[in-house]
C-alpha cells in the first residue's frame, strides 16, 4: 500500500519491557520523524531523520531510540517501557525541505502497565 | 512560555457560522502547517504556508511573517467540520514541527 503505515496500531505492555514501533513509508521521502501525543502536553517530537543513517534528538527523546538504515523505514524503540511513556505515537514524513507538506501514519496507540 | 500559542482552546459555533483560529509563534520559522485531527483520529495537513494566504474550498489560511501570526478561517461551518485544529510552525531544515495546543471546534446542526 503506498503512503505511512504505523504497525502495531494498538499495543498493551508492562513496565521494563523493551517495545519497537514501525514506521514505513513508500514515497522515499528523506525527512521522517516521531511525535507523541498526549492529553495536557498536545504534540511533541521525540527524533527526526533527514536520511538513512542521519538521525537528531527531537524535544522528549529521553527513553527512546530510533535507526534507520533504510530510507523507507524509521523503526521507534523504547529500552526499558514507563508509565510516563503512554501515549499515542505518531510517524510522518515528508520530501526533503522545510518547505514541504508533512504526512502523518495513522498513530499507535501504546499503554504501558 | 510556550512557543506556540492557538485561540481559542475551545469553539462551538452553529452550522453556516464563520469560523477564525488564530496562532502566534514566538520564534523565526520556515513554514507554518496547519493539520486537522478528528476524534479518536488520524492527522491531516491542510496546509503549508510560508507567506501570503492560501484557500482549498471552504478553508483560508493566512500568515504575516514579520507579526508572527497566523490565522485559520472556515467559511459556511458545517458539523463535519467539527474537529481539533492545530496549528505547527516549522523552523527549517530537517527540523520536526512544533505544536499548538489546539482548538477544539464544534459546529451544532
Known amino acids: 500500500d503506498a503512503g505511512i503505515t504505523q504497525s502495531p496500531r494498538y499495543k498493551i505492555t508492562e513496565t521494563g519491557r523493551q517495545v519497537t514501533l514501525m514506521c514505513h513509508q513508500t514515497?522515499?521521502?528523506?525527512?521522517m520523524f516521531w511525535y507523541r501525543q498526549d492529553l495536557g502536553h498536545g504534540l511533541r517530537l521525540i527524533y527526526y531523520?533527514?536520511?538513512?543513517?542521519?538521525?537528531d534528538k527531537g524535544e522528549v527523546p529521553d527513553g527512546y531510540v530510533v535507526s534507520r538504515s533504510k530510507t523507507e523505514n524509521f523503526p521507534l524503540t523504547l529500552e526499558s517501557a514507563t508509565r510516563s511513556q503512554t501515549s499515542v505515537y505518531f510517524c510522518?514524513?515528508?520530501?526533503?525541505?522545510?518547505?514541504?507538506?508533512?504526512?502523518f501514519g495513522p498513530g499507535t496507540r501504546l499503554t504501558v502497565l | 512560555k510556550n512557543e506556540v500559542e492557538q485561540s481559542p482552546q475551545n469553539l462551538t459555533a452553529q452550522e453556516g457560522e464563520f469560523i477564525t483560529i488564530n496562532c502566534s509563534y514566538s520564534v523565526g520559522i520556515s513554514a507554518l502547517h496547519w493539520l486537522q485531527q478528528h476524534p479518536g483520529g488520524g492527522i491531516v495537513s491542510l496546509f503549508m504556508l510560508s507567506s501570503g494566504k492560501k484557500k482549498h474550498g471552504r478553508l483560508i489560511a493566512t500568515i504575516n511573517i514579520q507579526e508572527k501570526h497566523s490565522s485559520l478561517h472556515i467559511t459556511a461551518s458545517h458539523p463535519r467540520d467539527s474537529a481539533v485544529y492545530i496549528c505547527a510552525p516549522r523552523r527549517g531544515g530537517a527540523d520536526g514541527l512544533t505544536f499548538g495546543k489546539g482548538t477544539h471546534l464544534i459546529i451544532q446542526p
Open positions: 510522518a514524513s515528508n520530501l526533503r525541505g522545510s518547505y514541504n507538506e508533512q504526512f
Open positions: 531523520s533527514a536520511a538513512a543513517d542521519i538521525t
Open positions: 514515497w522515499s521521502h528523506s525527512y
